[in-house]
């Protein structure tokens, strides 16, 4: 879709960044299912404030792993970050969090010095139980697990290098489970494979902490001189801990879909927040808490939905009726969180929406041009639709339910930045 009102500040610029370094700094904290591009993020913003040169304040409603917080923060905005995932903000804060350098340096190296071979040939402390741990992970592997986690526990008294240090245990013990490399959703190593698979746990958690360390060491300066950076869990069809008409910017990406067909956000962080002792019934049902994950069946099919939703409904629901139920409770969801998100804005926000468009039944569900229309029905003008390819994000494989393993690929091969201002009242 071409921009529809044309913008003086708009420059002809190459929104790909097809061989950016997206590790950059704190970036390189925890991998995390379609980030946004570090880029993308930075780039938004600062084209944001060409518009509103005095803006303070940004919100992320769907802060994920916290690639916007942690650019505000370098622009020295105040940024609030929402999500539902309790592995996300744990990765968020990390990432967004300046830490001493001296007391890095001292806890660090009490860590390193506690985490020998030796001393886990000797250990014979309590290793975590919960239900699929021996399966995911081979016995020596929780065992080595629990003693990083131990050592962490006893040897880390600031309570910012323990949480990033918790981050890297959490990265570890992705690495080291007996899950598929590169997959969202929790796939197991082929047996036949399985017995090849060795993992040294303390050289993984060593290696991953000494690259969160590197790259803190980046961008500490800049993350201890910006405005505080506030992390909150909730829902964001509510966003209940975030101050009302706060905000000046709102810079997000939302889910592209619910979370069983597109992006198991869940299944993704389920074993770490295992680990991290976050209780199971929480841990298991992350996905069916996220955007679409639950259908509402009140609501009459396509209601209050623009006419693109709802043409894609009907294409949808010849073919498959559970299936057009199942998106229209992610757009119904994705208006709501709109809804609660507008209550957050100054008059004059100024926002950009990150969104890609999904095929469903080999319907198009151009959510550009939805997330313009509800927009405008709340009270927004559309500034400016800008698209851009996608080279670095790996999806699912497009006509889910996806996540097929192995089948990870780059298939949402374009995405929108959708720009618009909030005029300040909510229709
Ligand atoms: C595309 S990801 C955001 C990635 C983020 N921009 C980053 O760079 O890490 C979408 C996020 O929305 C979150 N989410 C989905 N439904 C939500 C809801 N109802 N409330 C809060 N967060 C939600 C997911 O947990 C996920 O972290």
């Known amino acids: ?147 990083v ?38 796939y197991r190593i082929p047996a036949d494979r399985l017995a090849a698979f060795q993992p040294d746990v303390l050289a993984l958690f060593s290696q991953t902490w000494q690259r969160y360390r590197a790259g803190l060491g980046e961008f500490n300066a800049a993350l201890r001189q910006a405005a505080a950076t506030r992390i909150v869990y909730g829902d964001s069809r509510r966003l209940a801990g975030v101050p009302d008409a706060f905000f000046d910017l709102m810079v997000t990406s939302p889910p592209y879909g619910d979370s069983r067909t597109t992006v198991a956000y869940g299944q993704f962080s389920r074993l770490s927040l295992e680990w991290l002792g976050v209780p199971p019934e929480e841990a298991r049902r992350v996905d069916r808490q996220l955007l679409g994950g639950r259908q509402t069946p009140d609501s009459p099919a396509g209601a209050m939905l623009p006419a693109a939703v709802q043409t894609g409904l009907a294409a949808i629901a010849v073919q498959d009726p559970a299936r057009a139920g199942e998106v229209q409770a992610f757009y119904r969801d994705l208006d709501r969180a709109l809804g609660a998100i507008t209550q957050k804005l100054r008059p004059g926000a100024l926002c950009a929406w990150v969104v890609a468009n999904r095929t469903v039944k080999r319907v198009v569900l151009p959510t550009n041009t939805i997330i313009a229309e509800l927009a405008m029905a709340r009270g927004y003008e559309l500034i400016e639709d800008l698209s851009r390819n996608i080279p670095n994000k790996r999806m699912p494989l497009a006509n889910s339910p996806s996540n097929v393993p192995g089948q990870t690929g780059v298939t949402m091969t374009q995405e929108h930045l959708v720009i618009l201002r909030y005029r300040g009242s909510q229709a």
């Open 1 to 147: 879709m071409s921009s529809i009102l044309s913008s003086p500040w708009a420059q002809p610029e190459n929104w790909d960044f097809r061989d950016a370094d997206t590790k950059e700094g704190t970036h390189v904290i925890h991998s995390y299912p379609a980030m946004m591009i570090p880029q993308v993020a930075r780039g938004l913003i600062a084209r944001l404030r060409r518009l509103n040169a005095d803006a303070q304040t940004l919100l992320d409603p769907f802060c994920g792993a916290g690639t916007v917080l942690v650019e505000a923060a370098r622009q020295g905005l105040a940024s609030w970050g929402n999500d539902l995932n309790p592995l996300a903000l744990r990765i968020a804060r990390a990432r967004t969090t300046p830490v001493d350098e001296a007391v890095l340096t001292r806890e660090s190296d009490r860590l390193q010095e506690a985490l020998t071979a030796s001393r886990l040939a000797r250990w014979d402390g309590p290793i975590p139980a919960f239900k699929g741990r021996d399966y995911w992970f081979k016995a020596e592997v929780s065992r080595a697990l629990a003693f």
């Open 149 to 186: 986690q131990q050592q962490i526990a006893r040897q880390l008294t600031d309570p910012d290098v323990r949480r990033l240090a918790e981050v890297a245990f959490s990265e570890t013990v992705r690495l080291a489970s007996n899950t598929r490399n590169g997959e969202f959703k929790l």
